[in-house]
């Protein structure tokens, strides 16, 4: 994973009614300032190109802007951005051409099904939306093919809403966007999942409408968690996203955070108290072990045949508020591996959830990160088949 720079924090130029980073918003200063030679310094220690976020990165000034594509250039050749697309002009189309900067945009849906990225009226969010939309098309004329990152909720998900996002997304591929990230909801507080959280049923039957949707309708685009999971069953997690790696929360491995003045953070994600830790300067994984031994009625996951590929999924989201607990999206997240762990039984392969050698496998894993690592899930699996003694 690219180091994840935020010169601007998390200051945003919209208030998505669900967003993960709105403690520390609320706790921020109004006014943010940073030092470019600091960031610099910071991405060369990290040793690896990197990806501007927030908040909103679009906010940084363009002259900053092309300095910072610039040196990434320089360094790794390439660079990137994640933004919700609503501030994108030209000028910064010129940039990212000019830098071989990779773009991700941040939207929902069309329309109202983007209402909960909300920019302070119906009206202008609206307008924001039709604004990103808009910097979507104008990318792809530019020749830059965008990724995209869905969350899906009440407002674009639901019975009556979720044919309206289905369209959009076969426009997305008729277009010629090839990827896209699907969110599965964080619900942080009472009043979004009052207002945006769909049930554990409503999350499963629209994430399956989308797997079949990539599977049957869909000529180019692909969603990332479809593929990752099918993989992950398969024993091959080399790709797989942070949230199936055992993150430990108090050193994210997969974000190496730089802010303003070039100090090291943590992924958003796993800090939403409104105060930012310093972070660990190793890894530790008793958050995944414990979950293996604790059991499920207690917040664990002890006798779970997906462990070895869900390892409890991401500690920023479990089990109230605790990221000690498996993830509170688990029944979710369990009725997706056994939709495609199904699929795989049909296509008459064994996943690994029905393998003879899962307990050995799970035994091999668990030491590992009980000695302070964290192997590839496939290299276990592939000692493990390889080994005499199982």
């Avoid at 002009?89 to 209402?115: M, R, T, W």
């Avoid at 008729?174 to 945006?196: K, P």
């Avoid at 997240?333 to 762990?341: A, G, N, R, T, V």
Wanted: proline share 4%.
């Amino acid at each position: 994973m690219p180091s994840e720079v935020r010169p601007l924090g998390v200051k945003c130029n919209i208030s998505c009614h669900y967003c993960y980073q709105a403690p520390i918003r609320s706790a921020e200063s109004r006014s943010k300032e940073y030092d470019l030679e600091k960031i610099k310094t910071a991405i060369e220690q990290n040793n690896q190109d990197f990806i501007l976020f927030g908040g909103e990165p679009l906010l940084v000034p363009k002259d900053d802007l092309e300095e910072l594509f610039s040196f990434g250039h320089k360094k790794y050749g390439k660079s990137s951005i994640q933004t919700n697309g609503v501030l994108l002009d030209g000028d910064h189309i010129d940039l990212f051409k000019k830098y071989n900067v990779g773009v991700g945009i941040s939207i929902d849906g069309p329309e109202q099904c983007n209402a909960a990225r909300w920019a302070g009226s119906e009206n202008k969010t609206l307008q924001a939306t039709a604004k990103t939309e808009a910097a979507i098309r104008a990318l792809v004329n530019a020749g830059i093919i965008p990724g995209i990152i869905t969350t899906i909720h009440k407002g674009n998900a639901s019975e009556s809403r979720l044919p309206v996002l289905i369209k959009w997304l076969i426009g997305l591929d008729e277009l010629g966007i090839t990827y896209a990230r699907i969110h599965v909801l964080e619900v942080d507080s009472e009043d979004v999942q009052v207002s945006l959280a769909l049930s554990p049923e409503e999350n499963v039957l629209a994430l399956i409408t989308l797997d079949e949707l990539e599977r049957t309708r869909l000529k180019g685009l692909k969603f990332d968690i479809f593929n990752e999971i099918e993989a992950l069953l398969q024993g091959n997690d080399k790709q797989a996203s942070c949230v199936w790696r055992a993150c430990d929360p108090l050193n994210t491995q997969a974000v190496k955070g730089i802010e303003g003045f070039g100090q090291t953070s943590n992924c958003g994600r796993t800090n939403k108290t409104g105060i930012e830790y310093i972070k660990a300067n190793s890894s530790s994984y008793e958050r995944v072990i414990a979950l293996y031994f604790t059991p499920q009625e207690y917040g664990g996951c002890k006798g779970c045949r997906f462990f070895l590929m869900c390892k409890g999924q991401c500690p920023g989201t479990g089990l109230n508020g605790d990221w000690r607990n498996r993830s509170s999206q688990c029944e979710v997240w369990f009725k997706l591996f056994e939709h495609i762990e199904a699929r795989l039984l049909g296509e008459g392969k064994t996943p690994l959830s029905r393998s003879p050698n899962r307990g050995a496998i799970e035994s091999r894993m668990v030491g590992a990160w009980q000695a302070g690592g964290n192997p590839l899930l496939q290299n276990i699996v592939s000692s493990t088949h390889q080994s005499p003694t199982v």
